[in-house]
């Protein structure tokens, strides 16, 4: 083989091997209609239910699914009381328990949401089904904005608490397309946070967002045995069994 020849084939193999070294990767292709993989940008958007006996009854670590559970968090000018209901209602197929969420801005109710939940029995996680909204303007009854339910309009469950939690996970609560794309990252197992109803070591930290608007950002805490202590400003003021009405 000739000097020049022997050149000319060094240079095409360097040519071809940057070529390909630079070359950008290719993302999958996902429809917009359907969940995308679970390898999106690291977050978990699918969840295998097959060796699940779901149950509308239960609890984990951080989420309490017990009918007659509340918890109430208050902060500057803003109330918020979560109430698991006596009540369930099948969603894509899963029988699920209704939780409600009431609020309150300068004692004026803004908004009444009803969410459909169920837990896994064999893994403790707790899954997130839809729900339905009223958003209030003066009294009256505005819209029903961010409403959906898994199996409707292209609309999947999410994961709303794991029930063994690691540092670093990232999953969706929610995936409802142009409606409610709600996702949480676990960022911290061991905070301590003082509230009214009192000092909660050993609580889960969330930041939670949502794919919609990558600017909106908020951080919530969850304490064990009793969930949400802490959402954005909202501090826990009370929490318990109450009496049935």
């Not at 919530?220 to 400003?233: F, M, S, V, W």
Request: proline fraction near 5%; charged fraction near 20%.
């Amino acid at each position: 083989m000739n000097r020049l020849v022997f050149e000319a084939l060094k240079l095409v193999l360097v040519v071809t091997v940057l070529a390909t070294g630079c070359a950008r990767p290719q993302a999958p292709q996902s429809p917009a209609n359907t969940p995308a993989p679970n390898t999106r940008a690291d977050w978990q958007v699918q969840f295998d239910l097959s060796s699940c006996t779901m149950m509308t009854t239960g609890k984990n670590k951080h989420f309490i699914l017990e009918p007659g559970f509340q918890l109430k968090l208050e902060g500057g000018n803003e109330v918020l009381i979560i109430t698991v209901l006596d009540e369930t209602v099948n969603i894509d197929g899963i029988d699920t328990r209704i939780v409600e969420e009431r609020e309150w801005r300068n004692g004026e109710i803004i908004e009444i949401s009803k969410n459909y939940f169920a837990i896994c029995e064999e893994t403790k996680d707790i899954y997130y089904f839809g729900e339905e909204v009223d958003m209030y303007q003066g009294g009256m009854l505005a819209s029903h904005s961010g409403a959906w339910r898994s199996g409707e309009e292209n609309a999947k469950f999410g994961l709303i608490m794991p029930g063994e939690p690691t540092l670093g996970m990232k999953y969706y609560q929610e995936f409802a397309p142009a409606v409610a794309m709600d996702r949480a990252e676990i960022v911290s197992l061991n905070e301590t946070l003082a509230t009214p109803a009192g000092s909660f070591p050993n609580s889960l930290k969330t930041k939670e967002g949502t794919a919609l608007n990558l600017l909106e950002i908020e951080y919530k805490t969850y304490a064990p045995e009793i969930g949400l202590i802490q959402d954005g400003n909202l501090l826990l003021t009370e929490y318990g069994f109450i009496e049935n009405e």
